[in-house]
């Protein structure tokens, strides 16, 4: 199994600009998670979905940030427009069932100038 | 609203020395305990979890953990750490009825030989 895939894996724009991370879970799995980590504020839960369909984005921090899920296979985080206070890693993980354990992609580290 | 407290932010240990990093969380009913541990540079990856039965559980490389229900505890604890321990450790409650994880802050472990 591949894990968890995400891309890309580094990211460097300009205020302003668009920005889009993708993530494809493993397959099987009917849990798809968005999640943010930095130095001041830890790793963050954004998004997460269940067979596809949004759960909880409670901690999306605002409406520039969206998610998607148009497939079982594939998710994306867009932001629009970016700031530099977004430069952070950010996950995708996934699960097969309620409460299971999550795997965690690599990451996409973002930096925005 | 649940939260999981770490308060070993940073840890230096020498190689052969036991380790032991607390976890607690605020949730009084049924939980679901997990360890994740990430390397430098990688991603999250699952140590132990407990879910139910035993509260000693075991996990990769060494590691366990106990829970604890008087106090609401979920420490982490490995008895001669090693070089390759080097990293950010940290401790997640599963929300009741849902798929989320509350992560704590983390804890970093620095090794030296």
């Known amino acids: 199994d591949a894990g968890v895939i995400q891309s890309p894996r580094h990211e460097v724009t300009e205020m302003g600009q668009e920005v889009t991370l993708r993530c494809k879970p493993i397959?099987?799995?009917?849990?798809l998670f968005w999640y943010r980590q930095t130095m001041m504020r830890g790793l963050e839960l954004l998004i997460y979905?269940?067979?596809?369909?949004?759960?909880?984005d409670s901690g999306m921090p605002e409406d520039r940030f969206s998610a998607k899920m148009p497939n079982a296979s594939f998710s994306t985080l867009k932001i629009q427009p970016s700031e530099p206070r977004d430069s952070a890693v950010y996950f995708c993980?996934?699960?097969?069932?309620?409460?299971?354990?999550?795997?965690f992609g690599p990451g996409t580290r973002l930096l925005v100038l | 609203a649940q939260s999981v407290s770490q308060h070993n932010h940073h840890v230096i240990l020498s190689e052969a020395a036991s380790l032991e990093l607390g976890c607690n969380y605020s949730?009084?009913?049924?939980?679901?305990l997990f360890w994740y541990v990430q390397y430098p540079g990688q991603h999250l990856q699952l140590l132990l979890k407990?879910?139910?039965?035993?509260?000693l559980v075991k996990g990769i490389k060494g590691f366990e953990a106990e829970f604890i229900k008087s106090k609401f505890s979920f420490n982490l604890r490995k008895p001669s750490v090693q070089w390759s321990d080097t990293a950010e450790y940290f401790c997640?409650?599963?929300?009741?009825?849902?798929?989320?994880?509350?992560f704590g802050t983390g804890t970093r472990l620095q090794v030296f030989p």
């Open positions: 993980a996934s699960s097969f069932g309620q409460k299971e354990t999550q795997y």
């Open positions: 397959s099987g799995h009917n849990s």
């Open positions: 979905f269940n067979n596809n369909v949004p759960i909880d």
């Open positions: 949730y009084g009913g049924t939980v679901n």
């Open positions: 407990y879910f139910s039965g035993d509260p």
């Open positions: 997640a409650v599963n929300v009741p009825n849902t798929d989320k994880l509350i």
